[in-house]
């Protein structure tokens, strides 16, 4: 056996044991969130913070208030990959995909279905820790990622932000292959790409299924 072929060999041998002490997984779910401070432009077109504004409606005399905070909610799904054991952690990557949306906007007094859109993609570090009862899995994770939403806008005009935010959570075991994520929470920051709408808090809250291979 040549040299060529001994090392396939020698790779296939090592990716056959990361295989065998790796976990992966896809979860799928609901979430919410909440986009705070939003630094939104009146009807006439000036940058101002919206929980300090009374914006005259266009063609009308009259005015109303506007909240500089909007909370979409929808669908989220991701996969993650378990590749190393420190101590009482499991280490490993994940990403995740949101597609939120809200009947209510928080840049104008309009509403609507999906007056504001979110849709997020991030990508990060997790880790999972043992503890003394086996089918309670607590994890944290880092992500970061991107953003496309009009919540700054107003609806249909969208911008794309940094996306930053730290999860933690608890899985519950059902069975070998199924976990119920019980709770999910996460707190991070969005700033925009470019600069022109400044920076977003982000909170959000969520549920999910997981399927994930059989632990070794």
């Known amino acids: 056996m040549n040299f060529g072929k001994w090392m396939?060999?020698?790779?296939?041998?090592?990716?056959?044991?990361?295989?065998?002490?790796?976990?992966f997984g896809v979860y799928f779910g609901y979430t919410g969130e909440r986009l705070g401070g939003i630094p939104c432009k009146s009807f006439i077109g000036t940058a101002n913070n919206c929980s300090a504004t009374t914006a005259t409606l266009s063609g009308t005399g009259s005015s109303t208030a506007l909240t500089d905070a909007v909370n979409p909610s929808g669908i989220y799904f991701g996969g993650y990959y378990d590749f190393k054991t420190i101590g009482p952690v499991r280490l490993g990557?994940?990403?995740?995909?949101?597609?939120?949306?809200?009947?209510?906007?928080?840049?104008t007094s309009a509403g609507g279905p999906n007056a504001t859109s979110s849709n997020t993609a991030l990508g990060g570090v997790r880790g999972t820790f043992h503890t003394p009862i086996s089918w309670l899995k607590?994890?944290?994770?880092?992500?970061?990622?991107?953003?496309?939403?009009?919540?700054?806008?107003g609806p249909g005009l969208f911008s794309s932000y940094l996306r930053y935010e730290g999860f933690a959570g608890l899985d519950i075991k059902v069975l070998p292959v199924l976990d119920l994520r019980a709770v999910e929470v996460g707190l991070g920051n969005m700033n925009s790409i470019g600069g022109g709408n400044g920076s977003i808090s982000v909170r959000s809250i969520g549920a999910s299924v997981v399927f994930h291979t059989p632990p070794k």
């Open 138 to 153: 607590p994890f944290g994770e880092i992500a970061i990622g991107r953003t496309s939403t009009d919540a700054a806008n």
């Open 93 to 107: 990557a994940s990403v995740r995909y949101y597609d939120a949306k809200s009947n209510k906007s928080a840049s």
């Open 8 to 23: 396939a060999v020698v790779f296939l041998g090592l990716g056959c044991t990361l295989a065998a002490h790796a976990q």
